[in-house]
Every structure is written in structure tokens, then in C-alpha cells.
């Protein structure tokens, strides 16, 4: 061929044939099953606790007080980088990842998945914490007494500190 | 959107600093595997000829004086096209010193200068697929439905009161 | 190799120039000097111990010591050695003397220091590179006191204003130019059809996450940042920072991960390199050809996502080991795949070359001697065209590359087409690479059991990545690190464009310039990540505080 | 009567159908590239779209828009003025009448780019202008040889020509010369993508973009369509199957153009000129030593 060799890509492209997949008319695409895509939430399973909004490198999990009670989960789809950090460290399984990359919208609060959790209330103060949910696993999970998480961290710690000032006085009640 | 729009739609690709994975999937998408080309998808060389601006990157201080002049060049009615993470939501740069934080500060900022946009459309992935891309033509195109919606679910307590 | 006779020769030039401090961890050696024998110490080891210049990293250690301090970075690499030369200087008025006369290849990385930091450097034109030009005077970004997120108000001026010319003589190439595929501008000065000189305003891509780690990344989540520096060569830069931390913190990695660590890095390579061929082929309007080395390519696309769960930006890699495991389906798939793809590259690659005008335009354009490689300290691909004989993965073997065999093409014609022939080489090499990993992959975890990073240690790691070598430094701090500074090849290839565009014909600019495969959001990150903590000033115990 | 309605099919068909070959162009190139392409109609929506686009003007346009109305103008009434003369002679001179009309059109083609204050516009012009030099005035030599060879000046007089190799050598020149002049791989330096970004149709947009490409897929189609029509009356004498094996000659030369695009890379300003000039000045070389030799 020598000099004619660039027409060897005719019989390249012969070789080939068309490749091109049928997608979106046909379900031929070049996902497979180890692909990470969207998360979801399964709102039996959340306790509310935050351990992938801290694992989340870009902040697309956020934990928001609404003040009336409620906590907030926040997924933001489109911040998402799909790392599935989240799923690693998430302590009831809760997240589970997706093959879903069909995501596309005209409409920017589609892309928004919120699980609203009941905050908890201190039996002492009054004061709202953690949440329902989270307060039951730790039950669940450890044995421990309920009047203990039932009150909020700082009346845990106030009761923490005035049994001690009573120990260390030599006074009990 | 008219008939013939969605029959031919043009695209510009408007980096506005992203880190290059979505820039080459859009490049993936004109290749045999998935073929842009069969929706009439065409990537042309200037905003003037430009139906759509395919915005990758959470826009740069640097790069957002170019952008603003990009879209202000694109002929009406324009489409733009948010693609990734960086660019839908800002991505892991959302609140950094020197990114604008994608595209919703910067239609903010169009809006005050009152350039006009048409359409826009989101398509979140790091990096979007390919695939992905050619689901937001379908959808803008009207071939396929939207499948994403918002929810709200509320966490179910075991126990009562 | 025995290491000793040449640290000794190290330590005697170091004790030569006086009031200096020597110290040798691993494989990275230690200097401190003063500032006035900076000149002295850089002149001896780079043009007479034959090191490269890396990188220098500005620090504001002003709550650790109450100085700024200047890491010059030289790497020897016939001896498989990092060479850090500290210099403190005064917080009060910060000045330090410039080596771009002796070292051409620190010009950016000292304005980079001026810019982010405000070290001023002595002997030499400073001017803004990094920040975009509306960015107020007197805030730096790097210093203490300025808050990560702090966003001065959005100004919007017009090229005029920043004195981009509208000469009809200047052709700007970009922002928005259809060859680059990434917001940069040159300016090129023509004369006809010629290119007389160029000018360069790059940094669109300046994300700066500068201080993102103060209030949220932490150790594990930076390595999905450094994963978004590039989105081609994003695993290099993951595992280079990994091995940055791992050698500060002496974390034991697993053999497994390390082995896993070295096919998706190859993979990454094979992927980057037939991108590149492809775009070269579209520049010079060989459409086809671009088409079809993208076709082979999906398999190799393929074949990441299989092995990584993303077709791109991975996200497999963590301090300590790697997330995914490779079982034995994979591994059958992946040598499957690979086979294909060698066989119908290698039709390609033969066809490709035969296009007579491909083979004109590649021959003796965008020529870079060797002498100009050599002063700018090029990396990648672009030496290697040059001949110049330097590859990390050779010189200094990390993850699992000591435990195979392989060949480094080196080209000395310097021009376009022997760029494209080393790169062609490498993807031959890279399959073969992955093949042997494959093979000898042994068993047992992935991820390594404790990870415990101390503070105040410090690291230098190199990876050989698809466009030469990344260089990643970093100071560990509480939780996240405490700087963290990342040198991408891109970094230093750039200003031997200039060089290689000169005198050429316009038509072929665009296609130099691809030849050196730019990657500008590598080189314009900056990413840098400082500890949250506020001025708390440790004792400077007789004006030498090292960390590591 | 059957002459009246073959010549109005073929007018109207030489307007429509360049862009319908377009569209079959980016099919076959599609099929090189191994992905299935774009619908044959693509182009045609592509111009139809851009007649519902804004109209934004480029800075300082107003003459490279007037021009570009009298490109099309002119470019229109060549083609007509062609398919109609093979048919019905209208003057003694029709062949120099479309070479005179030809070499305007390409002086006006030339202009355009130069008259938008776009660097790359002016540098897509420019390189125009270096092609044009070469080709379009080897173009003008080539059709002289051909009129003192045979000594005719219009397409009916073609009948009475017989093929010889002489002939047949300046027709292949002049094959050549149309591929040049349809802007195609290699010798799209005018407007090569990645260097020029589009080159001389930068600053064009919505309508006047699709006239743009209206009036350069007329174009492809003339010259292809001029060159086969002198290379066919070599063979065919009537003039009604002159004109309609012209038009399906030029769609097969439009087949067999675009796969010769799809295999090359592009060339470079300095270098195309100087090949082009040296196939062209062998090729006239050779027809000359074959009219001497009456072969």
C-alpha cells in the first residue's frame, strides 16, 4: 500500500460497522452494574444522625434546623460528586446507591430530597435535640436507661456536674 | 421551544472552569458510541451560531466576564445548558473565594444585567455520563419523560409519643 | 543502590554554604539556609548536581513560628531523591531573593507565592498570575486571616480594561477557542502567517480551595478534592497526595491496594494518552481518525468504570488503601478488553500516520531542543520528545511500579511528532503494564488497618501522571492538613510554549499547543489546604523548626 | 414542452437538493466515523432553525451583509442561468457568460470575510484569498485550454466534441478544481475549526447564517455540476439527458468528495497553494504535449 495506506481506514470503519448504542429509543447503554449514581434514602431506616453529612466532601448533605421540631436532611442531587462516602459510613445502611444517571431536569428543585426527622425533647428543659429516631436506635443498640438520653447533651452535662459537686461535698440524697 | 429548534439545536461549550471531565464527556458524546449527531446535536466553534451553551465548571471570577460576553452572543432564543455538579450546584467548590458557585449565582447576575435566557436545564453527575447528556437532549427534545422530582419523606418513628 | 556516598556529597555542598541545617528522611532530604545563600545553594544544585526544579511552596507559619517560610522543591532524579530547601522569612516586611535567573522553571511558582501569599521576591518583575484582575490589593488568600470563604464583590470589567489588546496583528487564541476546550488565552503577536511571540493570561481556572479544608475537608474527603484538579488525570493527583500524607505519616500501605493503586493510574494513562491522540488528530482535521481512536477508547472507559465504579474522577482512592477490590471476572474482562484495544490501536496508530498530511504537519513543528528542556525543567511527555530522559515511575517507583518491567520511549527530535510517538509508545507500554499487574496481583487487604496521621510532619510525594510528573507537598495538621501544595506538569510545561510557538506557521499553534497536552484546571487550582487553627505560636527553638 | 418542465425540475431541484446532499455528505461521513449520523434532512432543519433566530449584527456589518445578499443573488442566477443554457442556448458565449458570473461570485465570496472587523474572520479571509489566487485563477487557464482546444463557447455546440485524452486530462484539473473550491478537507483552511474557529462565518447569525450555508451548499452543487456537464458532453448529445445524468453525476461526485474528505486531515496555508499549483501545471502540462500529439 505505501503511500495509500490512509485508505485502510475504510476497512477500519467496515470492520467496525456502526456502533453507535440505540439509547434513549432502545435500553442499550454502556452503564454497568459497578457504576455509582444517584443515592436514596430510606426514610424507615434514617436515624438522623449526620455521619454522612460529615463524610460528604462537597456538602451536598446537609443536616437543617427548622426551628419548628423538625431536622432536616438536605440531599442536593446536583452537588452531588456520586462518591458514595455517604453509603460507607452511614450506621443503620440507610443509603443505598443507584444505577440512576437519568437526571436531567428544567427545574432546579427537582433535584432536591429532604427526609424530615422529629427532634427530640429534653424531658428536663424542654429544649429540642438530635431526634426521635436516633434517640431510639442508641436504645435499641445500647441498654441503657431512658431517663439518661432522654434529656438534651447540656442538661446531661448539668446533671453530670451537680452529682459531682454533690460527691465531692460528701452529701447524697 | 419551535419545531425546528428541537429538530437542530447548536451547542457551545463554555468552560467556565471546570476540572476537564465534563468537557470530554461532551466530546465522548459526538463519538461513535453515542452519537450526538443523530438528534442534530452539532458542537459549533462560536456563541454566534449557538442554540445552546453547554455550561460546565462553578464559573471563575476569572472566567465570568467571558461568560457574561458568551451568552450576550448567543442569538436568541438561547438555551443554557448547566452540566455537572460544579455547574448545577457548585460542586465540592460551592463556597470558595474565587468561584461565583455555578449556575444559579450566575443567572442572578445575568438577570441584574438583564440578559435574557430562555431555557435552562440541569444535569447533575461528576462528571455527567455520557448517556446522561444524550437523556438531556431526549428530554429537552421531548423524546423521553423526566424521571427526577423532588420528594420529602418523613423518617418513621418506631415507638409513639 | 547504595545511598549514602551520595547523601554525603549532599551534606558536604550544604556545609559548604555556611550557617545551614541538614537532615535526610527516606528519601527526601531536608535543607534550611538563609535567605541570602538561597541564590548560592539553588545555583549548585541545579546546574551543578544536575536536580530539577519541582516547585516552591509559600507557607504562613506565623502561628507555628512567627514567620512566613519558602520551600524550594529540586528533585534529583538519577538518584531517586527530593531535595526541600527552606528559608524563613520576616512576617514584618517579607522579601526573599528570587531564583528565576538561575532557575527559569521557578518564574510562576514564585508569582504564585506573591500572589497568595504577598512574599515579595527580590531581583526580579513580579506581577499578578494567579488572582483574576478584579481581586482587591492587599487580600491573600494563603495568609491566616482571611477566611476561606471570603468573596469580594462581583465586579465585571471588559478586556480593555485588563489591557487585553485588539491589535490586528495579536490573534488571541481563547477563551472560548474551539482547539482548547478550556477557558485560557494566548495572545499570539503574527507577522503574515507567523507567529512572532506569545502571551499568556491563563488561570481561568483558579477554583482556590484554598482554605475549603478550614471549615470542612478533612483528610479522607481531600482526596476526592485533589480528584477534581482534573478531571483526566484526576487519580494521579489522588494518589499522589495519598502517598504525600502516607510518607509523612509512615501509614503502611497493603501490597494489594498498591497493585490496584498502579493498573487504575495505567488505565488513567491509557485513557489520557488516546484523548490526546484523538483531540491532535481533530486539530489537524482528521476527523476520522479522532472518531475512531474515541471508539477504541470507550473500552478503556469501559474497563475504569468497571474497575472503579466511575468513568471518570474514580473516587477509589483513600489514605491507607483503595475502596474497590478487583475479583477474578474483572480481571478477565479487563486483559479481554485490553487485547482488543491493543490490536485495533495498533491498525490505527499505522493508518493514522500514512494520512500525508498528518505526517507533514507533525514533522518539524513546534520544535523544543533540548537545552531550553533542560532550563525550564518540562516534564511528561514533552521531555521525553525532547530527550530528555526522566520518568517518575523509573526513578523514584512508587505504589507497585518496582515490581515491573518496563521501557521509557524517548525521542530526541523535540517536534510535534515525537511527542505523538512517545505518547503512542506509552500506550503500548501501559497495556502491557497492566497486564503484568494483573498477573502478579497479590492477595490480602485493601485498606490498611490504623491510620493515624501525626501533626506537623511533612511529605514530598511524585507521580508520574499521563503529562509528566505531579509533585504534591504537604505539612499534616490536626484533622486536615496544614498546607498543602500540588505542582501539576502542566505547571511547567506551559512557559516552554513559548519557545516551541515561535517562528511557527498560526495554522500549527493550535496544534503546539495541544502537544504539550495541556491541562489547565491542573495548573490553575492552587489547591492548598491550612489547619483551622488561629495563632497559636509555638517557641522557635533556635530559629530551626522542622517538621518530619 | 417537456424541455420547459425538465429545465424548471432541475432549477428548483440544483437549489434544494445541494442541501439535501449535505445532508447525505454527514450520513456518509457519519458511517466513516462508525456512528449512525445525523437524518438526511439535517441540514435543511439546520437552515430553517436559523431563519427563526435572532438576528444579532455583527459590529460594522453592514457591507458583509450586503454583500452576502448579492452572493446569493448572484449564486442563485448562476445556476439557473447554467441549468437553463445546457437546454435552451442563450447566447453564443453562455460558457465564458457562467466563467465570467463564477469569478465574480468568488470575488464577492472573498470580500466578505474581510469587510467584518474579526481577527479570525480576517485571517479566514486572507487565506481564501491565497487559495483563490491559485485555484479559481487555474480554474479561469483550465477553461481557456478547453475553448482554444475545442473552440466552443456554449453548452449546444457540445455536441460536437468527441472525446480525446487531452480533454480528458484538462477535465480531471478541473474536477479538481471544483473539490477546492468546495471548501472541503483538506483545503478547508478558510475556515478550519480549531484554528480559526469557523474562519470567514465567525460573526454570522440566525438568518443570514442560513443563507450563508444556503448559498455554499449552492455552490458545492455548481461546481460539481459545471465540470460534469463538460465532461458528459463528451459522451451524451441531447441536451434533456445531458442535464439530467449532469445531476446525477454530481450527486455521485458528492458521494465520492465526501469519503475523500473523510480520509484526510487538513492542510496548512503554505503548503496547500504550492501542491495544488504543481498538480495543476503538471496536469495543463500534459494536455498540452496531448493536443500536440493529437491523442
Not at chain 1, 470503519?13 to 440505540?22: D, I, K, S, Y
Not at chain 3, 481561568?204 to 478531571?231: D, M, P
Not at chain 3, 481518525?289 to 477504541?296: E, N, P, V
Request: glycine share 8%; aromatic share 10%.
Amino acid at each position: 500500500m505505501g503511500k495509500l495506506g490512509f485508505i485502510k481506514i475504510l476497512v477500519i470503519a467496515g470492520e467496525a460497522g456502526r456502533v453507535t448504542r440505540r439509547y434513549p429509543f432502545k435500553p442499550e447503554t454502556l452503564v454497568s452494574e459497578d457504576f455509582r449514581g444517584r443515592i436514596e434514602f430510606d426514610e424507615t431506616k434514617c436515624i438522623g444522625c449526620g455521619a454522612c453529612v460529615n463524610a460528604c466532601p462537597p456538602n451536598a448533605l446537609e443536616l437543617v434546623d427548622k426551628g419548628d421540631g423538625t431536622l432536616l436532611l438536605k440531599y442536593f442531587i446536583g452537588r452531588c460528586i456520586f462518591c458514595w462516602r455517604c453509603i460507607d459510613v452511614c450506621p443503620t445502611g440507610a443509603i443505598t446507591g443507584t444505577r440512576d444517571f437519568e437526571l436531567a431536569t428544567n427545574d432546579v428543585s427537582d433535584l432536591y430530597e429532604v427526609v424530615v426527622h422529629e427532634r427530640a425533647e429534653c424531658s428536663e428543659c424542654g429544649g429540642k435535640y438530635s431526634t426521635i429516631r436516633q434517640k431510639e436506635y442508641v436504645v435499641e443498640a445500647v441498654p441503657i436507661t431512658e431517663s439518661y438520653i432522654d434529656k438534651c447533651p447540656d442538661c446531661r452535662k448539668n446533671k453530670l456536674l451537680r452529682a459531682l459537686e454533690r460527691r465531692r461535698g460528701g452529701v447524697y440524697e | 421551544m419551535s419545531k425546528f429548534l428541537k429538530k437542530s439545536i447548536w451547542v457551545f461549550h463554555l468552560n467556565t472552569g471546570s476540572c476537564n471531565a465534563c468537557d470530554i464527556e461532551i466530546l465522548d458524546v459526538l463519538t461513535p458510541y453515542f452519537d450526538a449527531e443523530r438528534f442534530g446535536v452539532k458542537l459549533v466553534a462560536s456563541p454566534r451560531h449557538a442554540d445552546a451553551l453547554l455550561m460546565t465548571g462553578p464559573v471563575t471570577l476569572e472566567a465570568l466576564p467571558k461568560v457574561i460576553n458568551a451568552i450576550e452572543a448567543t442569538p436568541r432564543p438561547r438555551i443554557l445548558i448547566a452540566m455537572g455538579s460544579c455547574s448545577v450546584g457548585g460542586g465540592i467548590w460551592h463556597d470558595t473565594y474565587s468561584t461565583i458557585g455555578g449556575v444559579r449565582e450566575l443567572l442572578k447576575i445575568l438577570k441584574e444585567r438583564e440578559i435574557e435566557v430562555d431555557h435552562v436545564y440541569y444535569i447533575p453527575g461528576c462528571p455527567i455520563r455520557p448517556e446522561a447528556i444524550i437523556y438531556a437532549i431526549g428530554l429537552i427534545k421531548g423524546l423521553v419523560e423526566k424521571k427526577i422530582s423532588s420528594k420529602v419523606k418523613k423518617a418513621v418513628r418506631r415507638t409513639s409519643g | 543502590m547504595d545511598i549514602s556516598p551520595i547523601l554525603k556529597n549532599y551534606k558536604k555542598i550544604v556545609e559548604s554554604i555556611g550557617k545551614s541545617s541538614f537532615t535526610h528522611v527516606g528519601d527526601t532530604i531536608y535543607i534550611i539556609v538563609e535567605p541570602n545563600k538561597l541564590r548560592e545553594l539553588a545555583e549548585i544544585l541545579y546546574w551543578k548536581m544536575n536536580c530539577y526544579h519541582r516547585t516552591c511552596v509559600g507557607v504562613d507559619e506565623r502561628p507555628l513560628n512567627g514567620h512566613f517560610a519558602l520551600y524550594h522543591i529540586f528533585g534529583d532524579d538519577t538518584n531517586g531523591l527530593h531535595i526541600v530547601v527552606k528559608v524563613y522569612i520576616d512576617p514584618e516586611d517579607p522579601v526573599v531573593p528570587s531564583i528565576t535567573d538561575i532557575v527559569p522553571a521557578a518564574d510562576w511558582c514564585e508569582l504564585e507565592a506573591y500572589d497568595l501569599l504577598g512574599i515579595k521576591f527580590s531581583g526580579r518583575k513580579l506581577y499578578r498570575l494567579v488572582l483574576p484582575p478584579t481581586w482587591p490589593h492587599g487580600v491573600y488568600p494563603l495568609r491566616k486571616e482571611t477566611p476561606y470563604n471570603y468573596r469580594p464583590s462581583v465586579k465585571i470589567i471588559s478586556g480593555e480594561e485588563i489591557g487585553e489588546s485588539h491589535d490586528k496583528a495579536v490573534v488571541p487564541v481563547g477563551p472560548y477557542h474551539p482547539a482548547l476546550h478550556e477557558p485560557e488565552y494566548f495572545e499570539l503577536y503574527v507577522e503574515g502567517e507567523r507567529v512572532v511571540d506569545v502571551k499568556y493570561r491563563g488561570f481561568h481556572v483558579h477554583r482556590g480551595i484554598e482554605k475549603l479544608g478550614e471549615s470542612r475537608t478533612t483528610y479522607q474527603q481531600v482526596n476526592f478534592l485533589a480528584e477534581r484538579i482534573c478531571g483526566i488525570c484526576g487519580f494521579e493527583h489522588s494518589v499522589c497526595y495519598a502517598l504525600a500524607v502516607e510518607k509523612a505519616a509512615k501509614i503502611d500501605v497493603p501490597e494489594r491496594a498498591q497493585y490496584i493503586r498502579s493498573i487504575v493510574l495505567e488505565i488513567e494513562r491509557i485513557h489520557s494518552h488516546l484523548l490526546w491522540i484523538g483531540v491532535a488528530a481533530h486539530v489537524l482535521g482528521y476527523d476520522t481518525g479522532f472518531m475512531h481512536i474515541w471508539r477504541i477508547r470507550e473500552l478503556v472507559m469501559y474497563i475504569a468504570e468497571k474497575l472503579t465504579g466511575s468513568r471518570k474522577t474514580y473516587g477509589i482512592n483513600l489514605i491507607g488503601g483503595v475502596r474497590k477490590d478487583i475479583n477474578e471476572e474483572k480481571k478477565k474482562e479487563v486483559i479481554e478488553k485490553l487485547e482488543i484495544v491493543e490490536k485495533d490501536l495498533k491498525k490505527l496508530i499505522d493508518t493514522m500516520v500514512s494520512v500525508p498530511e498528518l505526517k507533514k504537519r507533525l514533522t518539524g513543528t513546534g520544535i523544543l531542543p533540548k537545552s531550553e528542556a533542560r532550563k525550564l525543567s518540562v516534564v511528561g511527555p514533552t521531555a521525553r520528545g525532547s530527550g530528555l530522559d526522566r520518568d517518575i515511575r523509573r526513578d523514584l517507583p512508587y505504589a507497585a511500579y518496582s515490581e515491573i518491567s518496563f521501557k521509557v520511549p524517548v525521542y530526541s527530535e523535540g517536534d510535534n511528532l515525537a511527542r505523538f510517538l512517545v505518547r503512542v509508545e506509552e500506550v503500548f507500554e501501559s497495556i502491557s503494564i497492566v497486564k503484568q499487574l494483573l498477573d502478579q496481583l497479590p492477595r490480602g487487604d485493601i485498606m490498611a488497618e490504623s491510620i493515624e496521621i501525626p501533626e506537623r510532619k511533612m511529605g514530598v510525594a511524585a507521580v508520574e501522571a499521563p503529562r509528566g510528573e505531579d509533585v504534591h507537598f504537604i505539612i499534616t495538621g490536626r484533622g486536615k492538613p496544614y498546607r498543602w501544595k500540588v505542582r501539576a506538569p502542566t505547571y511547567n510545561n506551559i512557559p516552554a510554549l513559548k519557545v516551541m510557538l515561535r517562528d511557527q506557521a498560526l495554522a500549527d499553534a493550535p496544534l503546539t499547543i495541544a502537544s504539550i497536552d495541556p491541562c489547565f484546571s491542573c495548573t490553575d487550582r492552587i489547591v492548598v489546604i491550612k489547619d483551622g487553627r488561629r495563632y497559636k505560636l509555638i517557641p522557635n527553638k533556635g530559629g530551626v523548626v522542622l517538621y518530619g | 414542452m417537456i424541455e420547459h418542465i425538465v429545465v424548471s425540475i432541475i432549477v428548483v431541484l440544483s437549489i434544494i437538493f445541494p442541501t439535501i446532499l449535505d445532508g447525505v455528505e454527514r450520513k456518509i461521513k457519519a458511517r466513516i466515523h462508525s456512528r449512525i449520523g445525523p437524518p438526511i434532512l439535517q441540514s435543511w432543519y439546520d437552515i430553517i432553525k436559523l431563519f427563526g433566530k435572532e438576528q444579532v449584527m455583527p459590529r460594522n456589518s453592514l457591507h458583509a451583509v450586503m454583500l452576502l445578499i448579492l452572493l446569493t443573488i448572484t449564486q442563485v442566477f448562476l445556476i439557473v442561468y447554467t441549468s437553463v443554457s445546457i437546454i435552451f442556448q442563450i447566447t453564443q458565449f453562455d460558457i465564458v457568460v457562467i466563467i465570467a458570473l463564477f469569478i465574480i461570485l468568488q470575488t464577492i465570496f472573498i470580500s466578505i470575510p474581510l469587510t467584518i472587523p474579526n481577527t479570525f474572520s480576517v485571517l479566514g479571509g486572507s487565506r481564501e484569498i491565497a487559495l483563490t489566487l491559485v485555484n479559481e485563477a487555474l480554474f479561469i487557464v483550465i477553461m481557456g485550454f478547453f475553448i482554444y482546444y475545442t473552440g466552443i463557447t456554449s453548452f449546444k455546440q457540445l455536441t460536437q466534441l468527441s472525446p480525446t485524452v487531452y480533454l480528458l486530462i484538462l477535465l480531471l484539473a478541473l474536477f479538481i478544481t471544483g473539490y477546492v473550491s468546495s471548501g472541503r478537507i483538506p483545503f478547508d483552511i478558510a475556515e478550519a475549526e480549531p484554528e480559526l474557529a469557523s474562519g470567514l462565518m465567525i460573526e454570522f447569525s440566525g438568518p443570514i447564517l442560513g443563507v450563508f450555508l444556503l448559498t455554499f451548499h449552492i455552490r458545492r452543487f455548481f461546481v460539481k455540476f459545471f465540470p460534469s456537464i463538460l465532461f458528459l458532453g463528451l459522451f451524451i448529445h441531447t441536451p434533456i439527458s445531458l442535464i439530467i445524468a449532469g445531476f446525477i453525476t454530481t450527486i455521485i461526485l458528492w458521494i465520492i468528495y465526501a469519503v475523500i474528505a473523510a480520509i484526510l486531515g487538513r492542510s496548512r496555508v503554505d503548503l496547500a497553494p504550492i501542491t495544488l499549483l504543481k498538480i495543476y501545471l503538471v496536469l495543463i502540462a500534459l494536455s498540452i504535449i496531448g493536443y500536440y500529439l493529437k491523442v
